[in-house]
Structures are given as C-alpha cells and as structure tokens.
C-alpha cells in the first residue's frame, strides 16, 4: 500500500544531526501520509544504531543499513528501492536542507515530475554565503551540466529535490550510481525520455553545517566530471 511521500535520508556519520532532523520532518509532515528512510552507510559512530531506536518508536521511520559498500548516490537508489510513497524525497542529514520545504515542494510534485530546491532563485539563499572554492565549484558544476547535457537547471548539485515514483522508475534501469550525482543524472533521464518529463523549482535556504564535516573534496568533483560525460552515451527506449 503506497503512502503520499517518502523522505530517503543518506548518512555517514551523522549522529549529532540525525536526531535533530527526523524530529523536525515529523513536526514538519505532521497530518500527511509519509514515511522517513535512513539510507546508513553503517556509520562508524553508529547513526544508524539511532536511527533504529527511533523506528522501535515510530513505525513511519526505517533504517536502512548498508553493510556492503559506500556512497551517497548508491545508498539514495537503495532508500527508494524500498520506498513506498508516491512522491520520493530526498534531502541530506546534516541539518543544511531546510525540512520546511518540503511542504512547499510537495504542492508543486503534484504538477511535474520532479522539483528541485535551489539556493539560487526567488526564497532560496545560503546562510552567510560561501566561500570562494566553493561558489566556484558550484558555478563550474551549473555550466558543465548545462553545456554537456543541456541540463538548464540552476542548482543541480543541490541534493534536495522531490521526484514522482512512476517517473523515476521509469528511468530506473538506466541509473549507474556513483559519487554525489545522482539528482544530476535522475534530471538527464528524465529530460531525454520519450514522455519529456518536466521539472520545476523551489528557492530553499541552504544552513550552515552546526556538526560532523563535509564529504566533498576533490574526488568527489572528478566523479561528476566523469559521471557526464558517461550520462552523454545513455539512451532511453520506451
């Protein structure tokens, strides 16, 4: 039985956060049909043991630990695998996603098949800016997905969108998960399937990180680099 919306959660080491975030998406979702479901890459500082004191108490949240194997596009293609709802979320751990979007974003899920929350447009900012490297890597990761995909979206490196189940898996098949790209490569599916599926998006407020450390660095910034020029060879049949 399908539920309205299921939040997919990645973490690594995020037990400072996760608590946090959970009981903020469940004050946030309260009244709706939803379920919450923490893709764990079997944290060492034992998120995922939290996590699961939470679903004892709560049958709405899952754990779904992940003993084999590593990152983030592969542990959120695991979280919607199992996925019940009719719309499938995803926002990270770290507490930098405002989870009071998700309502907002939801209502306009309703009218595509995929809205994306962007720091970069009407609502939408990032709490006391960034620095330098990172604003460039942000703007170099815009304009290779626009002049290599054809990806003319304003924050495809956000990592906070909402995708209509019936859409994603019917590009299901042509996924190859890897690094931090997944929403990336969900968007180029979808625009070049034979149905044009179309895309919408949201401001949302990006917050500073209050606990644990980022996971970006160089390898992950190669992997997107490859990631498109691999996504460039992928063809869709009906």
């Known amino acids: 039985m399908s539920i309205l919306c299921s939040v997919v959660i990645p973490t690594y080491n995020e037990k400072d956060n996760i ?15 939803f379920e919450i479901i923490v893709a764990d890459d079997n944290s060492p500082d034992l998120t995922w043991q939290l996590v699961e004191e939470f679903s004892k108490k709560d049958g709405r949240i899952r754990c779904l630990r992940r003993l084999h194997g590593k990152g983030l596009s592969p542990s959120i293609v ?4 199992i996925a019940k709802g009719d719309y499938l979320c995803v926002m990270d751990g770290d507490l930098q996603h405002d989870e009071s979007c998700i309502v907002k ?20 900012g990032i709490e006391g800016g960034w620095p330098l ?9 815009t304009l290779m997905a626009r002049i290599m995909l054809g990806v003319k979206v304003s924050d495809p490196m956000s990592g906070f969108f909402i995708v209509r189940a019936s859409s994603y898996r019917s ?17 180029y599916l979808l625009q070049v399937h034979p149905d044009k599926m179309e895309f919408r998006e949201v401001g949302i407020f990006f917050r500073r990180r ?12 190669w992997n997107y680099c490859l990631s498109l020029w691999q996504l460039r060879k992928v063809k869709i049949s009906r």
């Open 19 to 33: 608590p946090i975030l959970i009981e903020r998406i469940v004050s946030t979702l309260s009244g709706k049909d």
């Open 78 to 81: 695991d979280g919607f695998d």
């Open 105 to 124: 974003m939801l209502a306009e899920a309703e009218k595509c098949d995929l809205v994306l929350g962007t720091r970069y447009s009407a609502g939408g």
């Open 133 to 141: 490297h990172r604003r460039l890597a942000s703007t170099a990761a």
């Open 171 to 187: 590009i299901r098949r042509y996924l190859n998960p890897r690094g931090f790209k997944i929403l990336l490569e969900i968007l």
């Open 210 to 221: 209050k606990a644990g450390e980022s996971k970006l660095g160089l390898g992950v910034m």
